[in-house]
T-cell receptor, first 114, second 112 residues
Framework: GAGVSQTPSNKVTEKGKYVELRCDPI?????LYWYRQSLGQGPEFLIY????????DSGLPNDRFFAVRPEGSVSTLKIQRTERGDSAVYLC????????????FGSGTRLTVV | GENVEQHPSTLSVQEGDSAVIKCTYS??????FPWYKQELGKRPQLIID?????GEKKDQRIAVTLNKTAKHFSLHITETQPEDSAVYFC???????????FGDGTTLTVKP
């Protein structure tokens, strides 16, 4: 597509529930990133895909967080047993190659855990 | 891992004045330094970037400088306009690693 698309734009869920956040990157971009942004802070790295594989998942905070990109395009970030501290804006970004290029970010999913 | 510090956290200037935002990084292997602009409620957008083999880069009213020895880089905006008001983020990354480390942002307000 023309830009990076993220759905839903807003998600309110109850503590303990499971959520899925979707990212559709720019067509042809092989690298896909997930970041989390809390109020007043810069984006915090979660995971990076090169093609279908997770090249670096060192930013995932714990095993409640998991992400997939089965066909090398759309990616889903999955959060189990959500906690109030998971509330943030989850940003997806893509770039044409692995590194050395700026990102095109999506508009983000604002997750609120109540 | 990499640590990026950004200053100031807030900056207010009069329209037409210049604005300077500074960042320092800790990882001497970092070699790519982008800057993003984020307007309220919107996505971060890349505005300029610089690689470690270049000391300065300019694009119209925006310029970025890099001092590899001191491990710091700066964003310079000249002839500021009200539409420059936004949060600006610096970031640093290595060529052999996918992720970027971001600063905490600078809220720039340009008063008309």
């Amino acid at each position: 597509g023309a830009g990076v698309s993220q759905t839903p734009s807003n998600k309110v869920t109850e503590k303990g529930k499971y959520v899925e956040l979707r990212c559709d990157p720019i067509s042809g971009h092989t690298a896909l990133y997930w970041y989390r942004q809390s109020l007043g802070q810069g984006p915090e790295f979660l995971i990076y895909f090169q093609g279908t594989g997770a090249a670096d998942d060192s930013g995932l905070p714990n095993d409640r967080f998991f992400a997939v990109r089965p066909e090398g395009s759309v990616s889903t970030l999955k959060i189990q047993r959500t906690e109030r501290g998971d509330s943030a804006v989850y940003l997806c970004a893509s770039s044409p190659r692995r590194t050395g290029y700026g990102y095109t970010f999506g508009s983000g999913t604002r997750l609120t855990v109540v | 891992g990499e640590n990026v510090e950004q200053h100031p956290s807030t900056l207010s200037v009069q329209e037409g004045d210049s604005a300077v935002i500074k960042c320092t990084y800790s990882d001497s292997a970092s070699n790519y330094f982008p800057w993003y602009k984020q307007e309220l409620g919107k996505r971060p957008q890349l505005i300029i970037d610089i690689r470690s083999n270049v000391g300065e880069k300019k694009d119209q009213r925006i310029a970025v400088t890099l001092n590899k020895t001191a491990k710091h880089f700066s964003l310079h905006i000249t002839e500021t306009q009200p539409e420059d008001s936004a949060v600006y983020f610096c970031a640093a990354s290595r060529d052999n690693a996918g992720k970027s480390t971001f600063g905490d942002g600078t809220t720039l307000t340009v008063k008309p």
